[in-house]
């Protein structure tokens, strides 16, 4: 992937901006809700893309110019095939050597069904938008002048920190490289966020499961 020249200033635009919108939720009624999660991560997005955009840069810079949008759906779907293809292997393999996968991927889910409409619409797919266009689409694309591995490794590391962590966070560490490597090799975003997607709907899908 040619490297995506995120500006500082575009860089610390946006993750001023992120952080102020967390705060700010976090001192309304919605803070712990699931819904109140859904807008903040919606607001995020906008902001993210309208600040990239406004301090001069085109989307194109963070891998979703519009023309990328359909060969990127397609690309990510491809992705998604061939990584559920190798996470079921190895999910055998680790289960030959005894050891609890479902334990290792299941999620709490709520109850009831509207609760959990939410729950995959938000944790499934808002969720997923807004960390692929700020780990990806902005560290990422500043991180990259830096060479790939370290833009890999750094991404990689602050995305599998932001996550509820049950000893070793290997399915966050797994999918930040996948991720990150997806995005390296197409250089559209949408192909990361179709992966991130249907990989988070899968896992809720299971944990449904009886």
Request: include cysteine; hydrophobic fraction near 60%; proline fraction near 4%.
């Amino acid at each position: 992937m040619e490297a995506k020249r995120i500006k500082v200033k575009t860089l610390a635009a946006s993750v001023s901006a992120v952080l102020i919108v967390e705060t700010l939720m976090r001192m309304t009624f919605l803070a712990s809700s699931l819904l109140g999660l859904g807008i903040t991560r919606s607001i995020q997005v906008l902001l993210m893309v309208w600040i990239v955009r406004a301090m001069g840069d085109a989307t194109a810079s963070i891998g979703l110019e519009r023309s990328s949008w359909a060969p990127g759906f397609r690309k990510g779907l491809i992705w998604s095939a061939a990584f559920g293809i190798v996470a079921l292997c190895a999910a055998a393999l680790l289960s030959l050597a005894g050891m609890d996968v479902l334990f290792m991927i299941r999620t709490p889910l709520p109850h009831d069904i509207r609760t959990m409409t939410l729950y995959f619409l938000v944790g499934g797919i808002v969720a997923p938008v807004a960390e692929e266009i700020f780990f990806r689409g902005l560290l990422y694309g500043f991180l990259r002048r830096y060479g790939a591995p370290l833009a890999v490794i750094v991404t990689t590391a602050l995305f599998a920190s932001v996550h509820p962590l049950r000893g070793i966070p290997l399915i966050q560490i797994v999918g930040g490289l996948v991720f990150a490597l997806a995005y390296e090799v197409e250089g559209k975003l949408l192909v990361p966020i179709i992966i991130h997607v249907l990989g988070n709907l899968a896992i809720f899908t299971i944990s449904a499961l009886p």
